[in-house]
């Protein structure tokens, strides 16, 4: 049913930018909230950003300041612009989807996208 493509990721200098882009597809009546997390080698998963269907967003304290998370309805897809890379943000980005479906609720993760920072 529901699909979500990640695509943005990269390699990049301690400084730098990306913007990861997360496309959903399929049939999704009522969207709860949908975010972004990352998981490095040998660590937990992590929330990153998150943003609910009212537009209400939360980031994670170690990128308050740096990155931004947005969407556009229209084309269902939504984004984490990421300023002033760290090297401890080196990492699989990851897009998740909270969602409900004729009165149940399901939780769905796209493949992930590598990010890198680094010299």
């Known amino acids: 049913q529901v699909q979500l493509v990640e695509s943005g990721g990269g390699l990049v200098q301690p400084g730098g930018s990306l913007r990861l882009s997360c496309a959903a597809s399929?049939?999704?009546?009522?969207?709860?909230?949908m975010g972004w997390y990352r998981q490095a080698p040998g660590k937990q998963r992590e929330l990153v950003a998150t943003?609910?269907?009212?537009?209400?967003?939360n980031y994670a304290d170690s990128v308050k300041g740096r990155f931004t998370i947005s969407r556009d309805n229209a084309k269902n897809t939504m984004y984490l612009q990421m300023n002033s890379l760290k090297p401890e943000d080196t990492a699989v980005y990851l897009c998740?989807?909270?969602?409900?479906?004729?009165?149940?609720?399901?939780?769905?993760w796209g493949q992930g996208t590598q990010v890198t920072v680094s010299s």
């Open positions: 943003i609910t269907s009212g537009g209400r967003t």
């Open positions: 399929g049939s999704v009546f009522s969207i709860n909230a």
């Open positions: 998740n989807l909270d969602y409900m479906f004729r009165g149940l609720g399901y939780n769905h």
